[in-house]
């Protein structure tokens, strides 16, 4: 069952174009990295672009972390001199990798190419998919 995330939350999720998101390892030492990321209402997909990378796809450290342990936690957040504007959304949720091919995988494709123009390049269509179902979100603004 997906975790119902109120419709305000889940714009403040779709308008911005980078997260953070966290992973652990085994042993549960952290990981945070930014990501390109898209919000359907129910799962967030991030791909394993072709940015380039110093190991391959499946040995990215977030890739382990996540085979690893799936839970994961994602910000995204507005960050202001001006405090009385800050804002952010704290997504907890469980994390697979989703190889290339299927349904699922095209769905996540076609809404990344939405949103970012630069992947309409890129052959995201060839390669995983970082799949987050969210169990969790809390958003918290200043005003």
């Known amino acids: 069952m ?3 995330i109120d419709i305000s939350t889940q714009q403040f999720i779709r308008e911005h174009r980078v997260a953070r998101l966290a992973t652990a390892d085994g042993d549960g030492r952290p990981s945070v990295i930014p990501i390109c990321y898209v919000f359907d209402g129910e799962t967030i997909y991030s791909p394993l672009d072709q940015k380039p990378k110093s190991v391959a796809a499946q040995d990215l450290k977030r890739v382990r972390n996540i085979e690893a342990n799936p839970h994961v936690s994602l910000v995204i957040d507005d960050y202001s ?7 952010y959304v704290l997504i907890a949720g469980l994390a697979e990798v989703m190889s290339n091919g299927g349904p699922e995988h095209s769905r996540a494709v076609e809404l990344l190419r939405e949103k970012y123009a630069q992947y309409r390049e890129m052959a995201i269509d060839e390669r995983p998919i970082i799949k987050i179902s969210p ?7 200043m005003r």
């Open 81 to 87: 001199d001006d405090w009385n504007t800050l804002a």
């Open 135 to 141: 169990t969790h979100a809390r958003r918290w603004a």
């Open 2 to 4: 997906a975790l119902e």
